[in-house]
Nanobody, 128 residues
Framework: QVQLVESGGGLVQAGESLRLSCAAS????????MGWFRQAPGKEREFVSW????????DYADSVKGRCPISRDNAKNTVYLQMNSLNAEDTGVYYC?????????????????????WGQGTQVTVSS
């Protein structure tokens, strides 16, 4: 079992930054690949970023590539999403998710169905 709690969301101006955190409980965190997704009002939940168990591998949606690095600290059971140069299109509820699959498969990292555990989400609102 993995329980996930996101934090760090808020209301910011366009161009500003936020760092989202996702704290995990349970001994399996270091064996879980982690992902960030977001959901804007009236839209489906969409992939934002992914990080491998060790942190050596990362992947990003084109919309955040180059400005929103993902990282993790397995000693602290926490994954982070540093969000820079925020714009109005980044507004939404941000969710972290964990996959404990032995082999996730490169396609599954982009899918909601590819993850076993989800947090409750943290709201990010960017005003222009």
């Amino acid at each position: 079992q993995v329980q996930l709690v996101e934090s760090g969301g808020g209301l910011v101006q366009a161009g500003e930054s936020l760092r989202l955190s996702c704290a995990a409980s349970g001994r399996t965190f270091s064996t879980a690949a982690m992902g960030w997704f977001r959901q804007a009002p009236g839209k489906e939940r969409e992939f934002v970023s992914w990080i491998s168990r060790s942190g050596a591998g990362t992947d990003y949606a084109d919309s955040v590539k180059g400005r929103c690095p993902i990282s993790r600290d397995n000693a602290k059971n926490t994954v982070y999403l540093q969000m820079n140069s925020l714009n109005a299109e980044d507004t939404g509820v941000y969710y972290c998710a964990a996959s404990t699959a032995i082999r996730m498969g490169s396609g599954n990292r982009y899918r909601v169905s590819g993850y076993d555990y989800w947090g409750q989400g943290t709201q990010v609102t960017v005003s222009s």
